[in-house]
């Protein structure tokens, strides 16, 4: 899935580490820019279509966290974040932040181009699979899922900032309304069985969306728990088809 229409950046301070990811991923058919700390990652960002995000938590000056809250604030890129250490704990900030999968070094750069490859499946995916039933929107509670554009609005109409791996779960949820959806079969519907997934990835996933789309995410009613079974999607969900003009 990645391809040579696959633009990826680096973002790595370590000069050996950055120079080894972008041989290995050049060498696999994609495109590959590099930066040395933030400020050369918003200037590569702004001259250039980027389609995944590869951060190293500890950058010089703003750190690789800080990094990751700012792309998410402004869009949906995907991000894959690098870092020494690789416990659980670490793991689940680095999804808090809005990083879509986590990869602790030293790891094997093949097992790295896997994670791209799933990510940038995930959201291919996610913009093919509705359009096959005829739907490019869906709508819950007034609240408006655009597939085509992987936007989320609000009733008012505002954009509500997600990472990939939020929409593409949300989505999942709206395919499936009433249904109860264990955490395992959540796994394989979004993220597939890649090295490193965990079901904790998904309660954490859930939590951020609850923050973005319940009334009061502390006594949620859209995704309801449900005792030793996972999760269930309650509102009615309605397709939407746009014309090519934008008409619905």
């Avoid at 633009?7 to 080894?20: G, K, M, P, Y």
């Avoid at 792309?71 to 659980?88: C, H, N, V």
């Avoid at 995930?122 to 359009?131: F, I, K, L």
């Avoid at 819950?140 to 779960?169: C, K």
Wanted: glycine share 6%; net charge neutral; aromatic share 4%.
């Amino acid at each position: 899935m990645a391809t040579a229409a696959s633009n990826i950046l680096v973002v790595e301070d370590d000069r050996e580490t950055r120079a080894l990811i972008a041989k290995y991923l050049r060498s696999n058919a994609c495109n590959v820019m590099t930066a040395n700390d933030g400020r050369e990652m918003a200037r590569t960002m702004t001259d250039h279509r980027v389609d995944l995000v590869i951060l190293d938590v500890m950058l010089p000056g703003e750190d690789g966290l800080s990094l990751c809250r700012k792309i998410r604030a402004e869009s949906q890129i995907p991000i894959i974040m690098l870092t020494a250490r690789g416990e659980d704990v670490d793991r689940i900030l680095g999804l808090e932040m809005g990083a879509d999968d986590y990869l602790a070094k030293p790891f094997n750069p093949r097992e790295l181009l896997a994670r791209i490859n799933a990510v940038l499946r995930r959201q291919a995916a996610a913009q093919t699979v509705s359009a096959a039933n005829g739907a490019t929107a869906l709508t819950f509670l007034g609240w408006r899922i655009d597939l085509r554009l992987r936007e989320l609005r609000n009733p008012a109409g505002a954009r509500v900032a997600m990472t990939s791996a939020e929409f593409d779960l949300l989505r999942t949820f709206c395919e499936r309304p009433g249904r109860v959806l264990s955490r395992d079969s959540l796994l394989d519907l979004t993220q597939g069985r890649n090295a490193g997934s965990f079901e904790r990835s998904i309660d954490v996933l859930v939590s951020r969306i609850r923050r973005k789309i319940e009334p009061d995410p502390q006594d949620a009613t859209m995704i309801k728990t449900v005792r030793s079974g996972g999760y269930m999607f309650t509102p009615a969900v309605d397709p939407i088809a746009v014309a090519a003009d934008g008409a619905s």
